[in-house]
């Protein structure tokens, strides 16, 4: 078979030699940019290849190459892939344009099909979805099982278990060996454990001596990062990809195997836990014997099984699996990611360490506390600590910084005309890139890359309240976070209890940068050491 036949036959074996290519391309690229000291950061716009090889080769460290180049084009950019390939994004950090997206004509800016494929572990999720009646129900059945007091009280209680029993005594047997510890890890396997527990009623023990690894925590991990992968090519390169089973897409097949195995596996014992009990009796969530036994997965279970009565808003298991995975998804990394960079910016950071501290001392105080010279550890429930302004502040601007959801992806259904001229086309997808708008001198002042709490509090020591398009880290109009309230509470709780009781030492010349993947994990970790404030 000759050339002409093999391409007419085979378009993806021509794709598969095309996407070769380019990575060669720039894997020379970067080999001669490592030699000589760095490589550039500009968007050029090549002819055939478009904007892609400057996209692979800032791929490493995509976020903040993106905040400097939305930066230096006023806030809003398009980005142009291979020609033919479908591939153009407008990237904006302007809150005129987030607003105008997300709330203005939210309508006619959806997820849409495009979308929902590159987040194909979430299914057919709140998150993937669009305004349609299954997202609206599905949202508010959400909402109304966190908002119940049964729920929140578990919540409250399941944290403070875990803080008390897991975290404090495991950050104190780091302590006394005094050995370089990974902090991201350390609290990733903590939220891990804290979500599983909330969200399924279960204690995986992934935050244990032996650092286990944990097959469903990896593949989350895993889909994550090929997620990114599929946003930066042309649908059909990674499409082909995924046919071939080769490259990132055999990663995320094998991690989607893990995932749909885990969450099936703990509908089915759920299922059987509840019908074993008999206590599947109406639609309520229950609180157990201890007021720790109220899980998500179970108000999901009870919601399904009143079906039709509820307008079926889990009429498979397979709904149910896509629910629960976008909670893990959307709830796990976001809040450990936040307690990490927030945990370094306060080791890194000694005056605003001395001021969370004296806020803490006070409420210890405030509760006849000895300020941790006692024998157990002190553990701050978010009840307590509604005081804490300082600490609130510290919370906002790790935001503001670190937003744990870079991207926010939408696309447009009908021509229309952005608030900056930008006229876009039907299909048009538009990046919000949350990283960049809490990095913008034009949002924040020429102080914008600077960790300064500060700037939240008024002159009378008020929070103050920015509008979500300009802090943008939970989102903004009908599809913001969910979780908000459930994350801001999580982060400040084991935030505080950490900080209080343990001192940590970051690693000589450790610096975490920003990984390239959907969540903003820290890519080198966060090593360091850590010190018992009151040792006993
Ligand atoms: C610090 C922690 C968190 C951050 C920064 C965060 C951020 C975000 C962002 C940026 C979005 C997209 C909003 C939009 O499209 O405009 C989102 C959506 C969502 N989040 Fe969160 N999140 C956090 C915690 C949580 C938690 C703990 C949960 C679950 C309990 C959660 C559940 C969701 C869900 C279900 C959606 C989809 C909402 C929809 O599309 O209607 N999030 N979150």
């Given at each position: 078979m000759d050339a002409v036949h093999f391409s007419a036959a085979h378009p993806e074996g021509l794709l598969a030699i095309a996407t070769s290519l380019v990575f060669f391309f720039v894997f020379l690229v970067r080999l001669k940019g490592s030699a000589m000291g760095g490589i550039r950061s500009s968007l050029v716009d090549l002819p055939v290849v478009g904007m892609l090889p400057s996209i692979l080769l800032n791929l490493h460290r995509v976020h903040d190459w993106a905040a400097k180049v939305l930066e230096d084009r006023g806030c809003t950019t398009w980005v142009r892939g291979p020609w033919l390939s479908g591939m153009v994004y407008l990237f904006t950090s302007d809150p005129a344009v987030a607003k105008y997206v997300t709330s203005t004509r939210y309508k006619n800016f959806v997820r849409g099909t495009r979308f929902r494929e590159i987040l194909e572990p979430v299914g057919n999720s709140i998150l993937a979805s669009d305004f349609n009646e299954s997202w609206r129900v599905r949202r508010r059945l959400t909402l109304d099982l966190m908002h119940q007091p049964e729920f929140q009280h578990s919540h409250r209680r399941t944290t403070h278990r875990l803080v008390e029993g897991k975290l404090l005594p495991f950050l104190a047997d780091l302590a006394r060996q005094g050995d370089a510890v990974d902090m991201q890890d350390v609290l990733q396997r903590f939220t891990f454990d804290l979500v599983c527990s909330t969200f399924f009623g279960v204690d995986l023990g992934s935050l244990s001596a032996d650092f286990p690894t944990v097959p469903f925590a990896r593949a989350v991990s895993d889909a994550e990062e090929v997620i990114v992968v599929r946003f930066a090519l042309p649908p059909a390169w990674w499409k082909l990809m995924r046919w071939l089973r080769i490259g990132p897409e055999r990663k995320m097949a094998a991690a989607m195997r893990v995932i749909d195995e885990f969450i099936y596996q703990h509908i089915a014992s759920k299922k059987a836990e509840l019908c074993k009990d008999g206590r599947r009796t109406d639609n309520k969530t229950q609180v157990g014997e201890d007021g720790a036994a109220v899980d998500l997965l179970r108000g999901f279970i009870d919601h399904q099984s009143a079906g039709e009565a509820k307008g079926r808003t889990f009429e498979s298991d397979r709904s149910l699996r896509d629910t629960m995975v976008e909670m893990v998804v959307a709830g796990w990394h976001t809040t450990s990611v936040s307690i990490s960079w927030l945990y370094w910016l306060v080791a890194t950071h000694p005056s605003v360490e001395a001021r969370i501290l004296e806020e803490l001392a006070s409420v210890v105080r405030a509760d006849g506390g000895d300020g941790g010279r006692h024998p157990g550890y002190t553990v701050f429930d978010v009840d307590e600590l509604h005081g804490c302004v300082y600490l609130d502040a510290v919370i906002h601007e790790t935001l503001r910084l670190f937003a744990p959801l870079p991207l926010n992806p939408f696309c447009a259904v009908e021509k229309d005309v952005l608030p900056t001229g930008e006229v876009v086309k039907p299909g048009t997808i538009i990046l919000l890139d949350l990283y960049a708008v809490g990095r913008m001198e034009k949002n924040w002042g020429k102080d914008a890359g600077e960790f300064k709490?500060?700037?939240?509090?008024?002159?009378?020591g008020k929070l103050i309240e920015e509008n979500s398009y300009k802090f943008a880290a939970f989102g903004s109009g009908p599809k913001m976070c969910l979780g908000r309230r459930v994350g801001l509470a999580v982060t400040k709780a084991v935030a505080a209890s950490a900080i209080y009781n343990f001192r940590f030492n970051v690693a000589e010349g450790h610096r975490p940068l920003p990984s390239s993947s959907v969540v903003l994990h820290m890519k080198n970790g966060l090593m360091g050491s850590l010190r018992e404030r009151f040792p006993r």
């Open positions: 709490p500060e700037r939240w509090i008024t002159e009378e």
